[in-house]
């Protein structure tokens, strides 16, 4: 049972419905771990939405940091996303990329240590153009630094344009 899939690509390409489709298709009842803050009350009636989309057959656990302290033993897992979750450390460590590098590994040695399969996803913020915000910067380093970090230890990797998914890694 123990497995990672990274899925990533730009934003509105289709990832989180890619993630959930796979998600489904592998649990009758998976757990969507949900990383977002509620940054303001716009932002709160948008995870509302999500929440609604998703439907009942979902067990939603809304964890900002600390991915690991849930008992994910035996279950199928969409970690959406890997995007809001750096941010979380990147805001907490005053946009220190170094702490929140080293803080997201460790989190994500542990997590990695459970008998789950954990299908994460994420955003290829760099495929962009250079920011000229020196902490857009900072934190778009950090999240490509993650995502190969993540990378580097899914068992597969899908890439997805435009709503079709191309499999980088298998």
């Known amino acids: 049972m123990k497995h990672s899939v990274l899925v990533t690509g730009g934003q509105r390409s289709g990832k989180s419905n890619y993630a959930q489709q796979l998600a489904r298709s592998l649990s009758s009842n ?4 949900a ?6 009350d716009e ?7 999500h929440q609604l989309d998703r439907g009942s057959e979902w067990t939603t656990i809304e964890e900002e940091k600390e991915l690991s302290r849930h ?13 809001l979750w750096a941010t979380n450390f ?7 990329i170094d702490a929140s590098l080293e803080a997201i ?9 459970q008998e ?8 290829e913020i760099g495929l962009g153009g250079v920011s000229a915000d ?21 068992d597969e990797v899908i890439l997805l344009i435009s709503g079709i998914p191309l499999k980088i890694k298998e």
Not at 35 to 40: A, G, I, L, P, Y
Not at 71 to 83: A, G, N, P, Q
């Open 30 to 33: 998976p757990i969507y771990l």
């Open 35 to 40: 990383t977002s803050r509620v940054w303001d």
């Open 43 to 49: 932002y709160r009636q948008r995870i509302l939405r």
């Open 71 to 83: 008992c994910l033993k035996d279950r199928v897992v969409v970690i959406d996303c890997v995007t």
């Open 90 to 96: 990147f805001y907490d460590t005053k946009g220190d």
């Open 105 to 113: 590994r460790r989190e994500l040695d542990r997590l990695l240590e």
């Open 116 to 123: 789950a399969y954990l299908i994460f996803v994420t955003n």
């Open 134 to 154: 020196t902490m857009q910067r900072y934190f778009t380093d950090l999240l490509g630094w993650t995502n190969q970090l993540i990378a580097s230890r899914a």
